[in-house]
């Protein structure tokens, strides 16, 4: 009974995405293409700090990376989709594995401090390297893919929605098979006590450093849509409170579920998006919904959603 209402869940999620376009009115529908986008960044956090429980205030640094290695590619170089994917993926992984190496022996607090470091050191760069970057200006005029193989107008909101919805679910499929394999058990493992796995014979180390580059891939792949989404690349997608507002996501939907962070992520766009138009000081509403939850859901909202399944 429960299998078989979850199974029903799924495909009702399943139509609704596939069919948003036909009846949500272009704003809606580009607030569902933000929350897809958080919704990867959001999760892949999730896999590092939630499975492998490695807290990180510097998760922004794989998205901007991404996110100004596309734009500049596409402004001043040329544009090419492939290239720019391959580019993009390509640095990120580079700059995950050389931060790995620097963060990953440390834990905790100070884990988190020097995430945040290192993130804050890049945005600095951004900030002031305005040759290639345009500094605090950003850098405008980044232009849609042209895909070659599929005659696609993703200036159109609704085939920009179609692609992202592409990568997205692939995005969450590759997620899904990593936490439910061997790896993903290890790294659970991890997270509950180093020292048992390390007895166990498991190079904590190296589990931990590959989880670090994996999650800095797929927030690297969210930092790409959210740039060809815009248009527009600035040194805020580096900033600290990008790092946060993903760390909200995460922690509002349930640590340590990889479903729950998506749903934060929705919550969060939908919010934050609808209620700013109301109400200036938006931030204060969000925050009393984050500390109810925090109170009254201390597993985020993932934990009563799986409860009322269970219940059918």
Not at 178 to 207: C, H, Q
């Amino acid at each position: 009974m429960k299998r078989c209402v979850f199974h029903i869940l799924v495909a009702v999620a399943l139509a609704f995405l596939f069919l948003a376009p036909l009846f949500l009115p272009p704003y809606y529908l580009g607030l569902l293409i933000l929350a897809l986008i958080y919704g990867i960044f959001a999760m892949s956090l999730d896999i590092l700090t939630g499975y492998t429980g490695l807290p990180s205030l510097g998760h922004a640094t794989f998205f901007g990376v991404s996110a100004y290695a596309v734009g500049i590619l596409n402004v001043k170089v040329f544009q090419n989709f492939e290239l720019e994917l391959a580019v993009g993926l390509s640095i990120t992984i580079i700059i995950a594995a050389v931060f790995g190496l620097l963060t990953v022996r440390s834990r905790g607090i100070y884990f988190l401090m020097i995430t945040l470091a290192l993130s804050m050191v890049l945005w600095g760069l951004a900030s002031n390297w305005g040759a290639l970057t345009g500094g605090h200006d950003g850098l405008p005029g980044v232009s849609r893919p042209r895909l070659t193989l599929i005659s696609w107008d993703l200036g159109l909101t609704d085939n920009y929605y179609y692609f992202v919805l592409f990568f997205f679910m692939v995005a969450v499929i590759l997620m899904y098979l990593i936490v439910r394999s061997p790896f993903g058990v290890a790294l659970r493992g991890i997270r509950e006590s180093e020292t048992r796995m390390s007895v166990l014979g498991y190079n904590v180390w190296l589990y931990k450093y590959l989880s670090f580059i994996i999650t800095g891939l797929f927030a690297g792949l969210a930092g790409i849509l959210f740039t060809y989404y815009n248009g527009f690349v600035h040194p805020s997608v580096l900033h600290i409170e990008n790092s946060a507002k993903v760390l909200i996501m995460f922690i509002l939907g349930g640590p340590g579920t990889l479903l729950g962070p998506l749903a934060g992520a929705g919550v969060i766009v939908f919010v934050e998006n609808l209620i700013s138009a109301h109400i200036e000081r938006w931030q204060v509403f969000l925050g009393a919904i984050y500390v109810l939850v925090v109170i009254c859901a201390p597993r985020g909202i993932y934990g009563p959603m799986k409860q009322l399944i269970r219940r059918g």
